[in-house]
């Protein structure tokens, strides 16, 4: 049944840019991969980081700066920006696990804000423009990402699409391989009762900062993607509105659920594309439709879902 | 001399001003069940907390083995075989009873840092593990939700995943607290049964349990130790009647 869901999930992600716009695809592919990334933490350590944006939008500057200005080939480029997101979970980790519940979401926070502010006033961010113009290059120097195949009378950049999506696929798979490994027991160990996890002998920090690292570097994977999609790396990437926001995606799809990120991604992207035209009361109506969904379905949407089905999704 | 696995040296804790343990020197002898009593507010808990690192002491030391271990961490005093228990039942709830006890068995694989493995590999556990929920009978609740569990099978497995760390020195945070007599009775056969080649340390309030298992029995009293010997003795100890006892048979 397992396998199923997934072999329909896979082809639905090679289908999907011939019949749905691909930017907004890969866009979604990003968040999706975020959202899980940061899930990871949340759903299955049980530690809130209110500083997601940090690895997200640093890690999309790095392979901007790599791609843009060193002239590197684009998956070059994305490795550096995880591995800088990897770094910078480490410091940002170490220094955060030492407290719990909200001091450690206001640590992150204010961590994030500092990554924030060097990006707003240090030079090779672009400040206020961001990195414009990113190319996206020719992966491992033959492919050219950039290419655009005429599909239906639209163009779409298939090359680089299959490109996000497997990386997508990569980062999905360490994520879900993670929560299921002998790490990942310990970690729903910590997260259902820290103390009983310590007189087990388990040294829960290290757990923790492990945890951090591996979700901030597939943050920073997901942030490295989006830049080459969208050719951008900008202030909203590294603004506490993202860390809100993917906050948000990983509530309303089900925390604890391997597959609710996606939905949430799914949802808030969705109805951020469809209702642009509304301007900024867009804002208003996924506000509302948190708060509905908080207060209707508590588990989020996959979260329901499984509980409906007696299963875990 | 007799062998004492742990040993206090005047150990003290103090909570800005408030002493709640003042100069605790207590010996537990090997293979001994050794139960810690008092009133409410005696400090029992604490004396705990300092044992197992989850509070640090303002002075005096600690001793297993001989070791000094006051300076030690929660999780490494764990790994030298002192493993505690909980007053509130713990649990890990939203996993089962195999995954629990799979938990504590698992540190000894080595392989809880890898994230990039399988969890399938945790299955040769599985034997062992329901070896040990079968010795408290538990056997056939492996597969449920933890959380849902009745709280004396809670209370049980919470000692099945004890045991699985063999640890020589159990510590038992009142075992028999909030649960209805036929579950007492149990719990009471299983920590006998489970004695056997270790060392128990208990605080319990329940005083007909502490006479059927005890060995031996320190009464604390505002933090500090009123009387210690065999139940026989200390029952009538007149310090410890006034004390304690009269105030403990309402």
Sequence with gaps: MNKILWIILIVLGLVAPFIVYPVFMMKLLCFALFASAFNLLLGYTGLLSFGHAAFFGGASYITGQLV??????PELGILGGTLFAALLGYIVGSLAIRRQGIYFAMVTLAL?????????????????????????????????????????????????????????????????????????????????????????????????????????ALSGMAGSMKSLVFQLASLTDVSWHTSGEVVLMTLLGGVGTVLGPLAGAFTVVTLQSELSSVGSWITVIIGVTFVICVLLFRRGLVGELGRVLKRSL | MPDHILATNNLSKEFKGFTAVSAVNLRIQRGHIHALIGPNGAGKTTVFNLLTKFLIPTSGSIHFNSTDITREKSADIALRGIVRSFQISAVFPNLTPLENVRLALQRKLGVSYHFWKSDSILKQLDGRAMDLLDA?????????????????????????????????????????????????????????????????LMVEHNLKVVATLADRITVLQRGAILAEGPYAEVSQDPQVLEAYMGSSHD
């Design chain 1, 68 to 73: 843009k200005i060193s002239g590197l080939t």
């Design chain 1, 112 to 216: 994030a804000q500092i990554v924030y502010f060097i990006a707003l006033k240090a030079p090779f961010t672009g400040g206020e423009d961001g990195l414009q113009g990113i190319p996206r290059g020719k992966l491992l120097g033959m492919i050219d990402l950039g290419h655009v195949y005429t599909v239906g009378g639209s163009p779409v950049a298939l090359n680089l699409y299959y490109f996000v999506f497997a990386l997508f696929c990569f980062g999905f798979w360490i994520i879900y391989r993670t929560i299921n490994s002998p790490f990942g027991q310990v970690l729903k160990a910590i997260r259902e009762n820290e103390p009983r996890a310590v007189s087990l002998g388990y040294k829960v920090e290290r757990f923790k900062l492990m945890a951090f690292v591996i979700s901030a």
């Design chain 2, 136 to 200: 408290v009978g538990l056997a056939e609740y492996a597969g449920e939700i933890t959380g849902e569990l009745a709280y004396g099978r809670k209370r049980a497995l919470e000692i099945a995943t004890t045991l699985a760390l063999d640890p020589e020195l159990m510590l038992l945070d009142e075992p028999t607290q909030g649960m209805g007599v036929e579950d007492v009775d149990k719990i009471t056969a299983l920590v006998k049964k489970v004695s056997y080649n270790r060392t128990i």
